[in-house]
């Protein structure tokens, strides 16, 4: 079979297996309404601001499997955003309003044209966040990319699921965990996290199990310490975030028998406070097509944008996005259970 076709089919075999899932989601036995319990914020209806973050999926390649992973990213995804795209998302950016630029995929540091487009969006004086694996760091041809963000000043957010061996790379894969160290102590060298540097890395914590985050707080401490006194590791924030019933994760909740119980326990814990400061408000999300998104969650759904005349990111109209309606689902309640979640952590 031709490599188009191969590549066409897997396409095709993907949108499958996300409508699937959006099936399962909404034919669950819980009856709850997203859009119902929103209105106990107040609010008929979540509407969006005007873009203030431009979050890029600059491809779904990456060299690892995490299990987690709503994304269902690894090394045999072929969906890579062509520069011909990125073109299009700087012209967007030049009219945008936002302010931060948050790039992520998969790996983003696998799309070919990476470094150029990061220092193309410097120019537009946007700053600019990584979501970077760190393994990627250590990986044969990216060795150079920790110093290419020191010397672009690259907010770096990092998942490192715990701080413990045995089960990061129970998540996240063999040698995850000593790769994920070693790319922190060579950030650390470079200034990140250090005084007046002015050079940003975060972490992310992702629950192993079918389970909601502790507090971001008291786990940020933790997470401080015992990097600190093990492997003199040091970093700004950690960010706390609730695996979403998608892809990944999703297989394993159903796999496990968790998945009733998971979802109720996402309900139970619905938080008005939270729902309020969803990311999706004030964030578009770009595909690695160009498609835009309300958010990361709904563009692994295929949940596109309501707004037609301006669904792809050739024709960005920032009048026509703001105080659109912002599509929801029963994936909705992982972002605003208990303190909420968000792509920056906790949002109450």
Request: aromatic fraction near 10%; hydrophobic fraction near 35%.
């Amino acid at each position: 079979m031709p490599e188009r076709h191969k590549s066409m089919k897997a396409f095709g075999e993907k949108l499958a297996a996300a409508n699937t899932q959006l099936e399962i989601l909404e034919k669950s036995d819980s009856n709850a309404s997203f859009n119902e319990f929103y209105k106990s914020t107040g609010e008929e209806r979540l509407i969006a601001v005007s873009p203030e973050i431009f979050q890029i999926n600059l491809g779904k390649m990456c060299n690892q499997v995490c299990k987690h992973c709503h994304v269902d990213a690894g090394p045999d995804r072929k969906e890579i955003m062509t520069k011909e795209t990125l073109e299009m998302c700087l012209s967007a950016l030049e009219t945008s309003t936002a302010k931060m630029v948050d790039l992520t995929g998969g790996a983003p540091e696998m799309n070919p044209e990476f470094k150029w487009f990061v220092e193309e969006v410097r120019k537009l004086d946007k700053h600019i966040l990584v979501r970077s694996n760190l393994t990627i760091l250590e990986a044969s041809g990216f060795k150079d990319y920790a110093e290419f963000f020191a010397n672009n000043r690259v907010e770096v957010v990092s998942s490192l699921p715990y701080y413990r061996e045995s089960l990061t790379d129970k998540q996240r894969g063999t040698g995850v965990f000593q790769k994920s160290i070693s790319a922190l102590q060579k950030l650390n060298k470079l200034g990140y996290a250090k005084d007046d540097s002015g050079l940003v890395i975060n972490l992310v914590y992702n629950p192993v199990g079918a389970f909601l985050p502790p507090s971001q707080g008291s786990l940020e401490k933790d997470y401080k310490r015992e990097l600190k006194n093990k492997f003199d590791v040091e970093f700004n924030n950690l960010f706390t975030i609730t695996n979403m019933p998608i892809s990944r994760f999703l297989d394993y909740l159903i796999a496990s028998g968790n998945y009733k119980s998971y979802m109720q326990k996402l309900i139970d814990a619905f938080n008005p406070a939270a729902a309020l400061n969803v990311m999706c408000k004030n964030t578009i999300s770009i595909g690695w097509d160009g498609y835009i998104y309300d958010c990361d969650f709904n563009q692994m759904l295929e949940l596109k944008i309501k707004t037609d005349s301006a669904s792809h990111i050739r024709n960005y109209n920032e009048s026509i996005l703001t105080g659109r309606e912002i599509i929801t689902g029963k994936h909705c309640f992982g972002c605003t259970a208990g303190a909420g979640s968000s792509c920056g952590g906790e949002t109450v």
